[in-house]
């Protein structure tokens, strides 16, 4: 079993620009798909976006063109570069091997955007 770190969150204004980091070992970092996710107030968790251990990238359509993931291999560690953000953003974000379902969640960071 594997817990990732997730930190960077906060609060952005609608159109702002917030960063996510989640800090992996170099072990996992190399060898497994990375992936965000978040969960919006009262809704189930969705998946964000993935950086594969090969470095290609996949977004969903609702944050296609906005979002950023990338990878810093000296450092292990996989961010999320959230651009033009809207309210509907907000939730709670999280970082976890894209396709294992033995892992536990992180606490996860909030994200709020809001005027």
């Known amino acids: 079993q594997v817990q990732l770190v997730e930190s960077g969150g906060g609060l952005a204004q609608p159109g702002g620009s917030l960063r996510l980091s989640c800090a992996a070992s170099?072990?996992?970092?190399?060898?497994?798909?990375i992936a965000w996710f978040r969960q919006k107030p009262g809704q189930q968790r969705e998946w964000v976006a993935t950086?594969?251990?090969?470095?290609?990238?996949y977004y969903a359509d609702s944050v296609k063109g906005r979002f950023t993931i990338s990878g810093d291999n000296a450092k292990s560690t996989v961010y999320l570069q959230m651009n033009s953000l809207m309210p509907e953003d907000t939730a709670v974000y999280y970082c976890?091997?894209?396709?294992?379902?033995?892992?536990?969640w992180g606490p996860g960071t909030q994200v709020t955007v809001s005027a």
């Open positions: 950086k594969t251990s090969e470095h290609f990238k």
């Open positions: 976890h091997r894209r396709w294992s379902t033995g892992d536990p």
């Open positions: 170099e072990s996992i970092y190399r060898a497994y798909d």
